[in-house]
């Protein structure tokens, strides 16, 4: 079933219908949530505020055009996010903070432990936006159009982003790309 259908089940009265689209995208909006923290409780807490506040928000949700609910709940994810570090208390530098965005899975892959660090260490060197961009279009599988929605660029600067990220990573690390790819 397609989103728009659960999102018409659920504010036809349907509550189930939301649960079909939290177990759809939980996984993947814990995985953003957990990227940009590092803390596994700290993710789960704003993980629990994001689907509150689509709960709240999901009767009026197609009343934009060309509304789609994966860019949506990452919108609300990112912007949760940010609240969450503007009213911490001690001050934190958010692109200081480390991504563990590689899964077991993925790294389970390398049999290399030098590969693997290699890897995080060329992607640690990435400006933040090439990375945020690099990470959402790779790993999330999100369309331009969602990404620049999530990180309030223009679609095109995004594309173009993404594109010059890709080369630095043919030319500097071709084996990135080639484990990426897999």
Known sequence: MQDREYINRFQAGDYEAFGALYEKYIDQIFAFIYRKTSHREVAEDICSKVWTKALKSLEFFWEKDNANFKAWIYCIANNTVIDYYRTKKEQVDMESIAEPWITRDF?????????????LQYLEELRPIEKEIFILRIWDDLSYKHIAKICSEKEDNCKKIFSRTLKKIQANFMLVLVLILL
């Open 107 to 119: 790294a389970a892959q390398i049999d290399d432990k030098d590969t693997l660090n290699d890897i």
